[in-house]
């Protein structure tokens, strides 16, 4: 005790806020202090400190402590708990579905050997639920236990024509039909509706929740909407072209202009020509992309026998891959990486959403003071004390809400900053007059360039040769 009390003299202990760390501030050291690393774990002890001792600094501080008298030395630390793993869906094996380009040994991408649509027989079992881990457990200094938070479970997000078990844990099919996994993951079995010819004044508009299959070409003007896949195996003129899944088309697109071809995942064609197309993952071209509006969640290739792009605009959320961008008469070519234009659109929405959950809080919150005032007095009747339990059940489901919506939002925010991965990759030849952009990056290109590559690198576009 008496050393403890010299020792207290002479130094101080404290311990963080969150009791994750111990920390040694000497008040006051003469020359001929001494002291050992017994007294002072002693010392420690005597502050409630008891776990995550650190005995090599202890030591250090005993052997030379004039070294540690003019700063503060952190002398004991916590453990802190582990979050559990998610869970996750996981499919089948023969459910799996690609949809990258497969390349041949040259590189060339091969749009004519396209995978078959996977069909499901009904009572076929096509998903399971991984449930989430528990979080294993912490320390404090003073020896409290902290709790390790648990995984966050997955959520089966059940579509069209299928069943899930009584726990929600398999998803089987509840039909003969397409498997299709549609946007935010929903999990679906779609029938197939087959168009044996062009799409036109004979068939009309077609809205199906399935997949579309057209064995012929898709004229100006008319609509086809699909919530599975669209097929064609013809060409697409100036007409509207809108699935939740992939869009194939064996010839190309000739829009002059007109209409729009939208994928929730990838589209794929020969070339597209005065065109706007969609892609939430890819747009993968044979031949050429001129004068068009492209965007891609993911990527653009256009990297066949003659891999062009002319003129118009390219977005990709990744890279875009061509053999040869603009052209020896410097046509104005834009092609952007690193941009996500759905994602900025989806983030006004959630801040717009966010303000309207705030503002109904905020009356609720109101409303509840009332009500508790009420209930302090002893005043309130039945039906407002119902209203009151409702009112606590719907504030906490709200907060619930905003947390997640919040989340989101900095997941966004998070990925529209990140352009380390996004890369421009021209293999043949890039031209004067072509614009690359990566992320917020402008580089102008102004003499042509062979075998190149765009990258952002600390604070600027950086081009390099292609080995």
């Known amino acids: 005790m008496k050393e403890q009390l ?13 009791k994750m760390s111990g920390v040694l501030q000497f008040i006051r050291c003469e020359e001929n202090f001494s002291c050992t690393a017994s007294e002072l774990e002693a010392l420690l002890h005597a502050f ?19 070294a540690y008298s003019l ?38 991408i091969d749009f004519k050997e396209t995978k078959r649509l996977l069909n499901v027989q009904k009572g076929q079992l096509i998903a399971r639920k991984l449930p989430a881990t528990d979080g294993e457990s912490g320390k404090t200094v003073i020896g409290t236990e902290v709790p390790g938070k648990k995984g966050r479970e997955a959520r089966i997000k059940a579509g069209k024509n299928i069943v899930c078990n009584a726990e929600r844990t398999l998803v089987y099919a509840a039909i003969d039909g397409l498997f299709t996994i549609t946007g935010n993951d929903i999990i679906n079995v779609f029938p197939v509706y087959e ?35 669209i097929r064609v195996v013809g060409g697409v003129e100036g007409a509207e072209l809108e699935t939740d899944g992939s869009i194939e088309i064996t010839g190309g697109i000739m829009a002059g202009g007109k209409g729009a071809v ?13 065109g706007f197309v969609v892609a939430g993952e890819d747009v993968l071209v044979s031949q050429s992309i001129m004068h ?28 875009v891959s061509a053999r040869t961008a603009g052209n020896s008469m410097s046509t104005a070519t834009s092609i952007e990486v690193g941009v996500r234009p759905e994602l900025r659109e989806e983030l006004k929405e959630l801040r717009k959403t966010l303000k309207e959950y705030s503002e109904a809080l905020e009356k609720t919150d109101k409303a509840l003071v009332i009500l508790d005032q009420m209930a302090a007095m002893g005043t309130i009747a039945s039906d407002k004390l119902a209203l009151r339990v409702k009112l606590g ?26 352009s380390s991965i996004a890369k421009v990759e021209i293999r043949s030849t890039v031209y ?21 590559q765009f990258r952002y690198i600390e604070g600027e576009i950086m081009m390099s040769v292609i080995q």
Do not use: W
């Not at 020792?7 to 404290?14: A, D, G, T, V, W």
């Not at 072509?434 to 075998?451: C, D, L, Q, W």
């Open 195 to 229: 168009v044996n010819g062009d799409v036109d004044y004979r068939t009309g508009n077609i809205d199906f929740v399935g997949t579309v299959v057209i064995r012929g070409n898709v004229l100006t003007g008319f609509k086809v909407r699909a919530a599975g896949d």
């Open 48 to 66: 409630g400190i008891t776990y995550g001792i650190k005995h090599d600094v202890l030591q250090s501080i005993s052997k030379d402590p004039v």
């Open 292 to 319: 068009s509006q492209v965007r891609a969640g993911r990527s653009v290739v256009c990297s066949g026998a003659k891999g062009l792009i002319v003129g118009g605009l390219i977005q990709a959320g990744e890279s």
């Open 71 to 108: 700063q503060q030395t952190i002398v004991a630390e916590g453990l802190p708990g582990k979050h559990g793993k998610d869970g996750r869906i996981v499919y089948s094996l023969e459910m799996k579905q690609e949809h990258k380009p497969e390349e041949n040994e040259s590189g060339q």
């Open 393 to 418: 059940a719907t504030k906490k489901k709200s907060v619930q809400e905003m947390e997640e919506l919040r989340e989101r939002v900095f997941d966004i925010e998070r990925s529209l900053e990140d």
């Open 432 to 452: 004067g007059g072509t614009k690359v952009v990566i992320g917020r990056y402008t580089r102008f290109i102004k003499e042509p360039a062979s075998r190149v």
């Open 262 to 274: 939208k994928a929730g995942h990838s589209v794929r064609c020969s070339f597209i020509q005065d």
């Open 6 to 18: 010299d020792l207290q003299q002479h130094m101080k202990i404290s311990v963080s806020p969150d």
